[in-house]
C-alpha cells in the first residue's frame, strides 16, 4: 500500500529527529522516495513542500532538499471552525441566523478591508451553542464583489464559519483580541447581564489581494481560548 503525504511526513520528521538525516544533510530525491515510500512523486513532494514551509527543510532548486541546520519555528493558523470547537468539547452544538442584509460596506469596512467605494456586503449576525448554552455571538461582512455566491447560500442551514472554509481559502490574515462590555443587545444573545466583560476576537481574511470577510466573534464571560503553534 502506497503511503499518504502525512505518513511521509511523519516518517521524515521521525527521521530527522533520529538523527539519520542530521542537519545540512541532503534527502534522497523525490524520485528516489517515491520508489521507497511505494507513492506518485506528487504525494512526496507535497510531503517536503509542507515540511519546508514548516520550516524543517530547505528547498533550493537544482540543489535539492536539505535538512535546515537551525530550523525556523513558524506560527501555522488555520481557521478553526466553532462547530468542531464544541464537538471536540463533547458537547452538543447548535447555530442559529439572527439577521441576514445586502448592504454597502460601511466606510469603516472599507478602510480596513480595502473596499472600493459602495462596494456591495452581506452582513450576518449568528449565535452559536454548546448544550443549548450561549458560546459565540457571530457578526460578519462577506465582500460580494469577491464572493457572489454568497447571495445564493442557505445561511440558515449552514454557517458563515463553515461555508467560507469549504468554498475559499485565505492568503493573508488578521486577527485582533479585545475585552469589551457587554452591550443590551449582547448581553440579550449571551445570556449575561449588561456592562458584562466580554472576550472578543476580530479576524478579517483576503485571498491574493482580495477582500473576503471580516467577522466580530464576541463570547461570554469565563471563555477560555487555547491555541499551538
Not at 502525512?6 to 521521525?14: G, N, S
Not at 450576518?124 to 448554552?133: D, E, R, S
Not at 445561511?155 to 486577527?175: K, S
Not at 466580554?198 to 485571498?207: G, I, P, V
Request: with cysteine; net charge positive.
Amino acid at each position: 500500500m502506497s503511503a499518504s503525504f502525512r505518513e511521509i511526513k511523519a516518517d521524515v520528521r521521525a527521521r530527522i529527529a533520529r538523527g539519520d538525516w542530521a542537519p545540512g544533510a541532503l534527502l534522497p530525491t523525490e524520485a528516489d522516495l517515491a520508489r521507497a515510500y511505494a507513492c506518485a512523486r506528487a504525494t512526496v513532494n507535497r510531503a517536503l513542500r509542507e515540511l519546508a514551509e514548516e520550516g524543517l527543510l530547505e528547498r533550493k532548486r537544482k540543489s535539492g532538499t536539505r535538512v535546515r541546520r537551525a530550523p525556523v519555528r513558524q506560527a501555522r493558523f488555520d481557521i478553526p471552525l466553532v462547530r468542531r470547537e464544541i464537538e471536540d468539547q463533547g458537547a452538543a452544538y447548535r447555530y442559529a441566523l439572527v439577521r441576514r442584509a445586502e448592504i454597502a460596506a460601511p466606510d469603516w469596512l472599507r478602510a480596513r478591508m480595502g473596499l472600493a467605494a459602495a462596494a456591495p456586503v452581506l452582513h450576518l449576525v449568528a449565535m452559536h451553542y454548546a448544550n443549548g448554552a450561549p458560546y459565540q455571538h457571530e457578526e460578519r461582512w462577506i465582500s460580494l464583489d469577491t464572493l457572489p455566491q454568497a447571495r445564493r447560500a442557505d445561511f440558515t442551514r449552514v454557517g458563515p464559519n463553515e461555508w467560507l472554509v469549504a468554498t475559499i481559502p485565505f492568503t493573508d490574515a488578521e486577527l485582533s483580541f479585545t475585552a469589551t462590555a457587554a452591550t443590551e443587545a449582547l448581553a440579550a444573545h449571551l445570556g449575561c447581564p449588561p456592562g458584562d466583560a466580554l472576550f472578543r476576537m476580530e479576524r478579517s481574511t483576503w485571498f491574493e489581494g482580495q477582500p473576503v470577510t471580516y467577522v466580530r466573534m464576541t463570547f461570554p464571560p469565563g471563555h477560555r481560548m487555547t491555541t499551538r503553534y
